[in-house]
């Protein structure tokens, strides 16, 4: 299992380095767990040469094989946690960028104090990234915007949240622009790859070849500042009001109805035993999101 593992992680990340890091072990002892796994099977699993490394055609079709086996694997260590209670153990959990720094310090805060006994792993990415990690076993399970119509996942809404305005402190009052109005203004999008970026071009109608000429921002701390400097406007979702606009000279306010708003919930692999105790960290993700006046769900 350890050789499997280490080819895995190699598999993933296509860098001795990354995967050895990955692993929590040097670079020597992870190439020389794989060759120990190439001599076990008598053929070459990667070619080796330059920074990057590519696997072969046979290591191609053994990575395949091989998630599917480690994912087994952790299920079963999964069913006998679902036995005992409370949960216990490494929780591996996954959070969107504009959720994570918003309510990911509360849910760890309920979570460790509910179940003292485990081990949590938090990581955060994009959508995407998530799921494909969910996917292949390398989370447990994640927070993220729904609808993610993955027909292996399990889908729990949680609470939904509104887009607001965000614009120069001296436009308070000023009338609240619609989505015609919000097309021809400067506004200021998070990069490709986030789903918010997505859901906020959607809001506005705006067409994919003019949404590629928009200022775009790493973080929503980012687009908040340069609104303040007076480049702009942006949407940011209601959780991130309170940490993001209290530095930046900028006013918030609701959008036109009808409102633009995303849903928050869990996902999580439905072959996955700890079914039931995933329902339980959603009533403390529900709960969590509450205290900043937003979940109406």
């Known amino acids: 299992m350890k050789h499997l593992r280490y080819f895995e992680a190699l598999a993933q990340h296509g860098h001795f380095g990354r995967a050895a890091e990955a692993c929590a072990i040097s670079q020597p002892a992870l190439s020389l767990q794989v060759k120990e796994l190439e001599e076990i099977l008598g053929a070459p699993l990667v070619e080796r040469g330059g920074k990057q490394i590519r696997l072969t055609s046979l290591g191609e079709a ?11 694997v952790d299920e079963l260590g999964d069913l006998a946690r679902a036995s005992n209670s409370p949960l216990a153990g490494r929780l591996r959990i996954g959070v969107i960028p504009t959720v994570a720094p918003y ?14 006994g485990v081990d949590l792993h938090p990581r955060e990415a994009v959508t995407q990234k998530l799921i494909e990690d969910l996917t292949a076993g390398r989370l447990d399970t994640a927070i993220v915007a729904l609808p993610i119509s993955e027909p292996s996942l399990h889908e729990m809404p949680l609470f939904d949240e509104e887009f607001l305005l965000v614009r120069p402190a001296e436009d308070a009052g000023r009338p609240v622009p619609g989505p015609d109005k919000l097309r021809e203004m400067r506004l200021l999008l998070l990069e490709e790859g986030h789903c918010f970026r997505d859901q906020a071009i959607s809001f506005c109608k705006i067409s994919p070849s003019r949404s590629r000429d928009l200022m775009e921002g790493s973080c929503l701390t980012t687009l ?3 609104v303040g400097a007076g480049i702009g406007i942006t949407l940011i979702p209601e959780m991130a009001v309170t940490i993001e606009t209290r530095s930046a000279a900028v ?6 109805q009808p409102r633009p708003a995303r849903t928050i919930g869990m996902v999580w692999r439905k072959t996955n035993p700890l079914a039931e105790q995933f329902e339980e960290i959603a009533g403390i993700v529900r709960h969590a999101g509450r205290p900043n006046g937003f979940g109406a769900h």
């Open 224 to 226: 908040v500042q340069m």
């Open 62 to 72: 053994f990575a395949d094989h091989v998630r599917g086996i480690l994912q087994a």
């Open 103 to 116: 309510l990911l310090p509360r849910v760890i805060k309920d979570l460790m104090a509910q179940y003292p």
């Open 251 to 256: 006013s918030v306010v609701p959008l036109s």
